[in-house]
């Protein structure tokens, strides 16, 4: 199991930008697809996009796309999310997960970092 630790978080001001960074322990991430969610305060957990990383695809629902970006690092073995344009309700803790290719739920994940934006 892989585990995952989030940094990146912060108190921005609207519009800004910031870099989230998810770093794996696993041996090796070739056989995982890396996603990220968020949730905000009484709000259930929204998934913001994944990196299949063998392949380096992503997919980022279109509720964030054109604002968000995901990337990775394979020295590093980090997955990052690049949010731009950010607005109030962007603010919640970020997650990074981990499942296996073939897994159908995610079984790792980190333990979050905040992300607060100032209107």
């Known amino acids: 199991q892989v585990q995952l630790v989030e940094s990146g978080g912060g108190l921005v001001q609207t519009g800004g930008s910031l870099r989230l960074s998810c770093a794996g322990s696993a041996r090796t991430l070739s056989t995982y697809i890396i996603g990220w969610f968020r949730q905000a305060p009484g709000k259930e957990r929204e998934f913001v996009g994944h990196i299949i990383w063998n392949i380096s695809r992503t997919y980022l629902p279109d509720s964030v796309k054109g604002r968000f970006t995901i990337s990775k690092d394979n020295y590093r073995k980090t997955v990052y999310l690049q949010i731009d344009n950010l607005k109030p309700e962007d603010t919640a803790v970020y997650y990074c997960?981990?499942?296996?290719?073939?897994?159908?739920?995610?079984?790792?994940w980190g333990q979050g970092t905040q992300v607060t934006v100032s209107s």
């Open positions: 997960a981990a499942k296996h290719r073939a897994s159908s739920s995610w079984d790792s």
